[in-house]
Every structure is written in C-alpha cells, then in structure tokens.
T-cell receptor, first 115, second 115 residues
Framework: QQQVKQSPQSLIVQKGGISIINCAYENTAFDYFPWYQQFPGKGPALLIAIRPDVSEKKEGRFTISFNKSAKQFSLHIMDSQPGDSATYFCAASGYSGGGADGLTFGKGTHLIIQP | DAGVIQSPRHEVTEMGQEVTLRCKPI?????LFWYRQTMMRGLELLIY????????DSGMPEDRFSAKMPNASFSTLKIQPSEPRDSAVYFC?????????????FGEGSRLTVL
C-alpha cells in the first residue's frame, strides 16, 4: 500500500520557469511533511518541511503548499535553475508503516531544468 | 561535523555471500535509520533504532537481513546469504531526538550489487 503518492515521475522545465511537484497522502495521522532533494551519487537532503497547521511555507525560491482537507501538498520551485536538476521526494511522518518515527517517502520526481 | 558516514560505498558480491554494511551516525543523534532505495520501490524504511535499541524492524524484508547497533556511534546491516534481488543502494540516516520527526541526515549510501 503506497501511502504517499507523488507525481509526476519526471519533469522537464525551462530555466526561469516554475517547477511543480505534487503529493497526496492517505493517513490522516501524518503530521509532518518534508521534501528531500537528491543529487546523483548522494543521499537525500532535507530541503523544506511543513506541518499541517499552516497552508504555505516559503524558503527562498522553494514553497510548500498544503491542503489538509484534500490531503495534498506540493512543492513549487520558482525561477528554476539548472542547479535544481535533481530527484525530489515528498515524505510524511506519523504513525504509519515504518513506526512513529519513520518517514514514508513518495517514489520521487526526476526534475531536469533545461538551460 | 562529518555527517553520516557509510562504508563501503560500493560492494559487488556473488549470490550466497555475506554482506555487511556499516554506518557511523552524527555524534549526539539518538535515532538511526536504515533505508533501501531501488528504482521500482523507491526509498523503503528497513529498521530504525532509538538510543541503540531497535524500535521497528517491520520493514526488514526477510530473515536474511539483520541489523545491530552495539553503541551510539556504530551500526551494521547484514545480509546473509545475499541474493541478486538485494541489489540496491542502502542508506543510513540519523537524527537528533529533539530534531522533530522527518529531519533526517542521510549518508551517501552503499551501492550493493549481487551477481
């Protein structure tokens, strides 16, 4: 059972454009929603995170939008740059499969920013 | 801080051989997680420890897999005997007890190939 569904699987955006990645979750016990960024040959690294008591969080060019009623959240990358090319994972934490302290990850989105 | 350190970075072995992956978490972190990454299944949580004690191993695929954390600065993930379907990148991650859920720091991974 996939508890965090992520789309699209891959995305190509022109430099300067907006990249949008979407995630949906099923378990209402989830209470923490981070996004991780992974470059080839490296481990995932925390990019930005949100809790369900706010609808939006912005850090620089990265924004998370959160819709609690729809059980959806998304990552927006403004003014996308070639250096943003990476794989992005949404995740959720709560009392799901991996235990209270584990993270459940989406399948990832391979983002390519074309110069 | 040096970050989470994993070894070996690459391991190629033959089916039936024993494989041991090693992890040194960030000093002072109370939680240690083992994840497996494949194209098909994405990032899967295998097991995690809190203060060196295994809390949830429900993600361990089968009895061929075992993990230990003999002290706060060292953990191992062992596969015996290994099979080709075990080929994947194995990540270790740690977080502080006060860091809140989801704020994981990942190592660079151990890429395992079982022939």
């Amino acid at each position: 059972q996939q508890q965090v569904k992520q789309s699209p699987q891959s995305l190509i955006v022109q430099k300067g454009g907006i990249s949008i990645i979407n995630c949906a979750y099923e378990n209402t016990a989830f209470d923490y929603f981070p996004w991780y960024q992974q470059f080839p040959g490296k481990g995932p690294a925390l990019l930005i995170a949100i809790r369900p008591d706010v609808s939006e969080k912005k850090e620089g060019r990265f924004t998370i939008s959160f819709n609690k009623s729809a059980k959806q959240f998304s990552l927006h990358i403004m003014d996308s740059q070639p250096g943003d090319s990476a794989t992005y994972f949404c995740a959720a934490s709560g009392y799901s499969g991996g235990g209270a302290d584990g993270l459940t990850f989406g399948k990832g989105t391979h983002l390519i920013i074309q110069p | 801080d040096a970050g989470v350190i994993q070894s070996p970075r690459h391991e190629v072995t033959e089916m039936g051989q024993e494989v041991t992956l090693r992890c040194k978490p960030i000093s002072g972190h109370d939680y240690l997680f083992w994840y497996r990454q494949t194209m098909m299944r994405g990032l899967e949580l295998l097991i995690y420890f809190n203060n060196n004690v295994p809390i949830d191993d429900s993600g361990m695929p089968e009895d061929r897999f075992s993990a230990k954390m003999p002290n706060a600065s060292f953990s191992t993930l062992k596969i015996q005997p290994s099979e080709p379907r075990d080929s994947a990148v194995y990540f270790c991650a740690s977080r502080a007890g006060t860091g809140g859920p989801g704020e994981l720091f990942f190592g660079e991974g151990s890429r395992l190939t079982v022939l």
